[in-house]
């Protein structure tokens, strides 16, 4: 065997971790210390009550300078807490930070034994394990790369919008992609918004300007991300921007809508009003531009008609425009999807869609919208009468983890309040129910909001309906009053659900397209829950707003800002490293039959087709070593976790003890 | 029950740095137990484990090895953990015809908020383990002609 045998020349120390009593409780600290000065290449070891403590970190760099230890094994802690503390206190005293290892012994060890005697023979087996490694660790230099500038937001609703505006103003290029032909998301369908009942439109279309008139950012409406590759600081992404049909010389007189014969429900009207198949989607609209809907266009050939082509005088219909794919490089990526409502036919016993009296929350904004189909008066959609009862329902598909959803979808306690309130406004001899399991108004004003309701005379009744039926011209609402428990039966006039917030319905895709995973429900998911809110476990990528969880407005906007502080944090350093655990080819060795390749998920490895062999592009691997795993001759090794050291490793935690 | 056959199984566990080793560490920030037969190696994926470190591990005397990974779809590698899943039905095939029982080997998905079922997973192999005889492969196990 021509297995090198390092470790004549390696100085290693072992430094074990009495973590107070959480590591020395159940394993024996002092044993395992002096028995480990006993295994190959160590020089020296020791034990500390707080290794991560000033004090702790103090004393192994002054036993790393006296013993003149050149690799170093803490056996301590999991390595996600401190391998980042105790590889910089090394590289302090000049150690290279890939000569530390962490051999954890509590969280893999004396936290979960309880045998003193065999959580310490354990213990000792970890950190044996770890000094094989430390043997055979190379000291190794990360690679540097150039950070692009530039930033990626997908998703323009209020969270994308939010994010773009503050990474222009801190200087950066956004490319803010949005899939739909206009920018607001669903927040320029709201008609307030709780609690300060400030307009929506208001309060948003300052913002969506500041889009269309910043020079440093590049809008691209009716565009879609279709793939991302390279890495953190480096991305490359496609984007596919379908066509708009009409160019930038529309000047919205509108001929064109007057003229199309087509009609159609509007989706921005939650369907109660109409649209052409070419439209203005609303009069605020960024980029304030028509466009053609080619679904339901009779059709973009001249032949079957061509009336807004003809009848338009900017000469800005263009049946010819075609999809494109539009390529950029950036050096972050936030996305910010925002949420779509659930699909509340599933729901059959509250018959959506069946009554067209039941309507759902948006239906509702779009009632009170001054801009909207009534003109702003609630009127029923069956008769466009004014309804005298009207009632709400709250957690329609939220918290019912039997058959929908488990989780609170947050916002529809507060709106719900909202529109039962302007109702009362409007309507103040309207009887108004709203059912509900629990009211959840956490926020500032929010539930001081609820109580306004409730003064000005809305019915809160504890219980969720349990059938909502048609019977003549009403509608008749079925349920219990779980607080007196009664039971109820409500003739009402009208019924408005809050259906349950899911994840947008691309969702799963972009998670397939960016690599960042989803939770149980198909939300996005962040680095941590608490800690790491807006991160995601994909470097340079971030998520913000609806896409995560349910929320409201405050919350999407500082999640906005957060993604924004992140990018910018990491976009701002001059440089960024590169991990060096990555694969490496032994020219020598390999054959050249390519097994490796189809293996490597991120395209780092070509082929060098003069010497016929593998080549490993440092820059674009990850390290997981699936590759090294496959190779038949052995040619290709993982830096630092090479087969020699794992079969060390494995050896070594199979020998039998001595003792 | 059936009697101990191997009352102190040794077993190597190939654990992936993103879900299953995150899952041991909360097994333990939560205080769960299990047995301590275990000898954990974290790798970056579960794609990083070799087949032959499976052979390796039972000739130098595993009575058994467990290899965990992330949940297929949420490698954090893309697709690392397909290779895995591929391969370890190689393995266990090959195990079979060299007449070592493949219930020695077992893989596992387990995310990093799954502390319970690694809690589960471990303590039922280690059962398992104990209710076989000790690996034939032993070192120990082999008597000197058979070694030598």
Known sequence: MSEKEPHESKRIGVFVCHCGKNIADTVDVEEVAKDALSLPGVVYSNHSHYLCSEPGQKELQDDIRFNRLDSVVCACCSPTLHEETFRKACEDVGINRYEVEIANIREKCSWVHTDRRKATDKALKIIETKVEKALLNEALVPVSVEVN?????????????????????????????????????HMAQLSTTFPTLDCSQCILSPKMSEIAHKENIELLTNTELISVSGFVGNFHVELKKNPRYVTTDCNLCGDCDDICPVIIPNEFEGGLGPRKAIYLPFPQAVPSLFTLDTENCLGIHPLVCSKCRDVCEQKAINY????????????????????????????????????????????????????????????????????????????????????HMAYCSKICCTYTGKHALLLKDQEPDAEVYVFYIDIRAAGRGYEEFIQRAQEKGVIYVRGKPSKIFREGDKTIVWAANTLTGERLEVEADMVVLAPAMIPS?????????????????????????????????????????????????????????????????????????HDPLVATVNSEICSGC??????????????????????????????????VSACPSRALSLRNLTNQQIEKMIQTALKAEAR | MSELLNPEPKVIAFLCKWCSSNAADLAGVSRMKYPANVIPIETPCSGRVDPTYIFDSLDDGADGVIVAGCHPGECHYVVGNYKTMKRMILVKELAKQMGIEDERIRLEWISASEAKKFVTVMTEFIEKLKRLPPNPLRPEGLTQEVKH
Request: net charge negative.
């Open chain 1, 149 to 185: 500038r530039n930033v990626l937001v997908v998703g323009a609703g209020i969270t994308g919008i939010q994010t773009a505006i503050d990474m222009a103003d801190a200087g950066f290029h956004v490319y803010l992609v949005e899939k739909s032909p206009t920018i607001g998301g």
């Open chain 1, 320 to 403: 010819d425009m075609e999809e494109e794919i539009v390529e950029k490089n950036v050096g972050a990526i936030i996305i910010a999807t925002g949420y779509d409502l659930y699909d509340i036919s599933k729901i059959p016993e509250y018959e959506f869609g069946a009554d067209i009296d039941v309507i759902d929350g948006i239906q509702f904004e779009r009632l009170l919208n001054g801009a909207g189909p009534t003109g702003g008066e609630v009127l029923r959609p069956s008769d466009h009468k004014k309804p005298e009862t009207v009632v709400f329902v709250q957690c329609v598909g939220s918290r019912d983890p039997e058959h």
């Open chain 1, 505 to 577: 319905f691309d969702t799963k895709v972009l998670s397939s397209i960016t690599k960042c995973s989803l939770d149980e429900y198909g939300f996005f998911k962040e680095a941590h829950v608490k800690l790491r809110p807006v991160e995601s476990l994909v470097q340079g990528l971030f998520v913000a707003g609806a896409a995560l969880s349910p929320k409201d407005i405050p919350e999407s906007i500082a999640q906005g800002s957060a993604a924004a502080a992140k990018a910018i944090g990491l976009l701002s350093k001059p440089q960024l490293f």
């Open chain 1, 594 to 627: 390519k097994v490796c390749q189809s293996l490597c998920p991120y395209g780092a490895i070509s082929f060098d087709e003069e010497r016929k062999i593998s080549l490993v592009k440092e820059i674009l691997c990850q390290g997981c070593g699936t590759c």
